[in-house]
C-alpha cells in the first residue's frame, strides 16, 4: 500500500504560478511510474502529466509547455510546477503512482480565478 499526500494548491489569479508537490510513503518509489491527474466539476478525470521511472515525461495537450512535472527519488516525491494558470485549469488534482497498481491521493483543490 503506497500511501500520497499532495500539497500546494490554492487560488491563483489567471497568468499565475503553482507548484504543487506529492509525497509518497513508499521506499520503493523509483520504480513507480509517478502522475498528475485532475478533476474540473461536472467532467470526468483527465491525466495532466506522468513521469516514468525512467523519467520520460508525457503531458496533455492543454498543458503542453505550461506545466512541468519533475521528481525527487531522493525525496520520494513528485511535482508539478504550472505556470500560465488559465482558469480553465481549475480542478481538483490528484497524485497517483502506478506500477501493476495504481494508488491516488486524496486531491489538492486548485482555482484559478480574477
Known amino acids: 500500500q503506497v500511501q500520497l499526500v499532495e500539497s500546494g494548491g490554492g487560488l491563483v489569479q489567471p497568468g499565475g504560478s503553482l507548484r504543487l508537490s506529492c509525497a509518497a510513503s513508499?521506499?520503493?518509489?523509483?520504480?513507480?511510474?509517478m502522475g498528475w491527474y485532475r478533476q474540473a466539476p461536472g467532467k470526468q478525470r483527465e491525466l495532466v502529466a506522468e513521469?516514468?521511472?525512467?523519467?520520460?515525461?508525457n503531458y496533455a495537450v492543454s498543458v503542453k509547455d505550461r506545466f512541468t512535472i519533475s521528481r525527487d527519488n531522493g525525496k520520494k516525491s513528485v511535482y508539478l510546477q504550472m505556470n500560465n494558470l488559465k482558469p480553465e485549469d481549475t480542478a481538483v488534482y490528484y497524485c497517483?503512482?502506478?506500477?501493476?497498481?495504481?494508488?491516488w491521493g486524496q486531491g489538492t483543490q486548485v482555482t484559478v480565478s480574477s
Open positions: 513521469i516514468t521511472s525512467d523519467s520520460v515525461t
Open positions: 513508499t521506499n520503493r518509489f523509483g520504480i513507480y511510474t
Open positions: 497517483t503512482a502506478r506500477w501493476l497498481t495504481v494508488y
